[in-house]
């Protein structure tokens, strides 16, 4: 095939596809859209909260207002502290749950079309998941009500109903979701003051300061929105005053496609207490800490023997482009390349140690212990999985979202034990991606991580950054990798989704249900 002649099959490919997942998106909306709930009389909820979701506008470049759409929310009962405003941003607030709270929490969509939303990393009963057929019209209410069973831990909310959640987020729809729990406390981790949220997104803005999505069209659906600015917390390289004391930052990539690799720009190491689902047994101290889209990290940051008047900055680092995003030539002349590729380094944040303090701590060497779950052996076959490019189209297991579709070898038994292999086997015309896989339900362990070509990653690969280790939700897997999971599948039974958390990969559909039966 020559250049004219793949331009041109490119382009029928992407008027079918698109064609297909927008044209349909409305009977869908109509098919699967009345789900509205309301409270059930017999929940009696610790916590009652509201939440909604609707346009605003937020300062995030100097000059005009960009318009937003938000959460905000309110407590109804319960601790006064459950919802945390994020200061001066568009995020939505933070939500403080203790382990074992019954929770209720009243959405309303005061959004111009449907959503839904979903509490990502937490194990919930199916009809409270947010699955994108229980997507609520403008104006409808949806009614959340579970007791919070996960580990202590840093999780986030955000929006899934289907074609849309890409955009969604992108205009502002995630919060942070933190679980505390006494065995946690116990540790006496720097908190209050002293616990910092760091939520990374990249954003691109016109010069009226709005907000751009999709500029590239196909190419950008195709490789995933990546933009030319990354904010922490809503705010372009913010800068925060700290003092000469341990800090434990809570970090989440809230971005749609961009991996950063973090580092502290003065040398001092990554050191990592906790990831997805919650604590490590250890912490895990190295130079970067490669975060995928979704993923979270606890970090504990020491100050106590910086200066008065130090500065260090949070920087993603420069890694190869090539080593998340590869296609063979013909294509890769196709590709728009974004102005800000994947691996672009850039200094994140400013930290000023501005104050002395003294508040002596030390990191304990033992952090958590897992329960029985870590070590069950699997107790069914091993079910592999390919995460490829075929037909313009990424797949997962050789299929797409289906609202509905589950196949025979995506039901499981509920509270079964599964081994899942994801292999990263690329496809059509050399076209390869990472693709941070995230399975909704129960956390799961990363039980091994292969590479096509063997070998130690050389210096300065995104693989410098991997942490696997500890309960996860959401896995990278890089070009040419097969993982292997062990997932402790949910008690509650029901449809769940795994899907890439690229979110114009989950739009496009790289993403199915699974059945707990
Ligand atoms: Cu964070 Cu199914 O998503
Ligand atoms: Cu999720
Ligand atoms: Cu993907």
Same mark, same amino acid.
């Given at each position: 095939m020559n250049r004219r002649d793949l331009v041109r099959w490119l382009g029928l490919g992407a008027v079918t596809h698109a064609a297909r997942r927008t044209l349909f998106a409305h009977a869908d909306t109509a098919h699967f859209g009345a789900?509205?709930?309301?409270?059930?009389?017999?929940?009696?909820?610790?916590?009652?909260?509201?939440?909604?979701?609707?346009?605003?506008?937020?300062?995030?470049?100097?000059?005009?207002?960009?318009?937003?759409?938000?959460?905000t929310g309110s407590v109804l009962r319960g601790p006064p502290d459950s919802l945390q405003a994020v200061p001066d941003s568009y995020l939505g607030p933070t939500?403080?749950?203790?382990?074992?709270?019954?929770?209720?929490?009243?959405f309303t969509n005061q959004l111009p079309g449907s959503t839904i939303v979903h509490w990502h990393g937490l194990d919930?009963?199916?009809?409270?998941?947010?699955?994108?057929?229980?997507?609520?019209?403008?104006?409808?209410?949806?009614?959340?009500?579970?007791?919070?069973?996960?580990?202590?831990?840093?999780?986030?909310?955000?929006?899934?109903?289907?074609?849309?959640?890409?955009?969604?987020?992108?205009?502002?729809?995630?919060?942070?979701?933190?679980?505390?729990?006494?065995?946690?406390?116990?540790?006496r981790l720097p908190s209050g003051e002293a616990e910092l949220v760091c939520i990374l997104q990249d954003r691109q803005f016109d010069a009226q300061n709005q907000l751009m999505y999709l500029g590239g069209g196909m190419m950008d659906q195709m490789q995933g929105f990546l933009g030319d600015q990354m904010l922490v917390n809503g705010k372009l390289r913010p800068t925060m005053s700290l003092a000469t004391r341990a800090y434990r930052i809570r970090l989440l990539n809230g971005s749609n496609a961009r991996i950063y690799k973090l580092r502290w720009s003065d040398g001092t190491p990554m050191t990592v207490i906790g990831g997805d689902g919650g604590l490590l047994e250890q912490p895990v101290r190295?130079?970067?800490?490669?975060?995928?889209?979704?993923?979270?990290?606890?970090?504990?940051?020491?100050? %106590?023997?910086?200066?008065? #008047?130090?500065?260090?900055? &949070?920087? =993603?680092?420069?890694? @190869?482009?090539? /080593?998340?995003?590869?296609?063979?030539?013909?294509?890769?002349?196709?590709?728009?390349? %974004?102005?800000?590729?994947? #691996?672009?380094?850039?200094? &994140?944040? =400013?930290?000023?140690? @501005?104050?002395? /303090?003294?508040a002596p701590w030390v990191l304990p060497t033992r952090l958590s212990t897992f329960d029985a779950a870590w070590d069950r052996p699997a107790d069914g076959p091993m079910r592999r999985i390919t995460l490829e490019f075929r037909q313009m189209q990424w797949l997962l297991g050789g299929r797409t979202f289906g609202m509905l579709d589950v196949a025979e070898e995506e039901t499981v038994p509920a509270g079964s034990t599964r081994i899942w292999e994801l292999?990263?086997?690329?496809?059509?015309?050399?076209?390869?991606?990472?693709?941070?896989?995230?399975?909704?339900?129960?956390?799961?362990?990363?039980?091994?991580?292969?590479?096509?070509?063997?070998?130690?990653?050389?210096?300065?690969?995104?693989?410098?950054?991997?942490?696997?280790?500890?309960?996860?939700?959401?896995?990278?897997?890089?070009?040419?990798?097969?993982?292997?999971?062990?997932?402790?599948?949910?008690?509650?039974?029901g449809l769940y989704l795994y899907h890439c958390h690229i979110l114009e990969h989950e739009d496009a559909g790289m993403m199915r249900n699974f059945k707990v039966v």
């Amino acid at each position: 095939m020559n250049r004219r002649d793949l331009v041109r099959w490119l382009g029928l490919g992407a008027v079918t596809h698109a064609a297909r997942r927008t044209l349909f998106a409305h009977a869908d909306t109509a098919h699967f859209g009345a789900a509205s709930r309301s409270a059930s009389p017999s929940f009696d909820p610790d916590v009652e909260l509201s939440l909604s979701a609707a346009p605003g506008e937020a300062s995030i470049l100097p000059g005009a207002a960009t318009r937003v759409w938000r959460f905000t929310g309110s407590v109804l009962r319960g601790p006064p502290d459950s919802l945390q405003a994020v200061p001066d941003s568009y995020l939505g607030p933070t939500i403080r749950l203790r382990r074992g709270q019954r929770v209720r929490i009243r959405f309303t969509n005061q959004l111009p079309g449907s959503t839904i939303v979903h509490w990502h990393g937490l194990d919930v009963p199916a009809l409270m998941d947010g699955h994108p057929r229980l997507a609520i019209a403008a104006g409808d209410e949806y009614v959340y009500e579970f007791e919070v069973s996960n580990r202590a831990g840093t999780y986030w909310y955000h929006p899934h109903p289907d074609l849309r959640t890409g955009p969604q987020v992108y205009q502002g729809l995630a919060g942070l979701l933190v679980v505390s729990h006494d065995e946690e406390s116990a540790l006496r981790l720097p908190s209050g003051e002293a616990e910092l949220v760091c939520i990374l997104q990249d954003r691109q803005f016109d010069a009226q300061n709005q907000l751009m999505y999709l500029g590239g069209g196909m190419m950008d659906q195709m490789q995933g929105f990546l933009g030319d600015q990354m904010l922490v917390n809503g705010k372009l390289r913010p800068t925060m005053s700290l003092a000469t004391r341990a800090y434990r930052i809570r970090l989440l990539n809230g971005s749609n496609a961009r991996i950063y690799k973090l580092r502290w720009s003065d040398g001092t190491p990554m050191t990592v207490i906790g990831g997805d689902g919650g604590l490590l047994e250890q912490p895990v101290r190295q130079r970067y800490l490669t975060l995928a889209p979704a993923q979270r990290a606890d970090v504990i940051l020491d100050l %106590s023997t910086h200066a008065v #008047g130090a500065t260090l900055a &949070l920087e =993603t680092a420069a890694y @190869a482009a090539s /080593e998340v995003s590869m296609s063979a030539a013909g294509m890769g002349g196709m590709m728009r390349p %974004s102005a800000v590729p994947n #691996g672009t380094a850039r200094s &994140l944040m =400013t930290l000023d140690v @501005a104050r002395r /303090e003294r508040a002596p701590w030390v990191l304990p060497t033992r952090l958590s212990t897992f329960d029985a779950a870590w070590d069950r052996p699997a107790d069914g076959p091993m079910r592999r999985i390919t995460l490829e490019f075929r037909q313009m189209q990424w797949l997962l297991g050789g299929r797409t979202f289906g609202m509905l579709d589950v196949a025979e070898e995506e039901t499981v038994p509920a509270g079964s034990t599964r081994i899942w292999e994801l292999a990263n086997v690329g496809g059509m015309m050399g076209m390869s991606m990472a693709h941070p896989i995230h399975i909704h339900g129960r956390q799961f362990r990363v039980l091994s991580r292969q590479r096509a070509n063997g070998a130690v990653p050389p210096p300065g690969s995104v693989r410098e950054g991997l942490i696997d280790a500890g309960w996860r939700d959401t896995v990278l897997v890089l070009p040419g990798d097969t993982v292997r999971l062990q997932m402790h599948f949910t008690e509650h039974p029901g449809l769940y989704l795994y899907h890439c958390h690229i979110l114009e990969h989950e739009d496009a559909g790289m993403m199915r249900n699974f059945k707990v039966v």
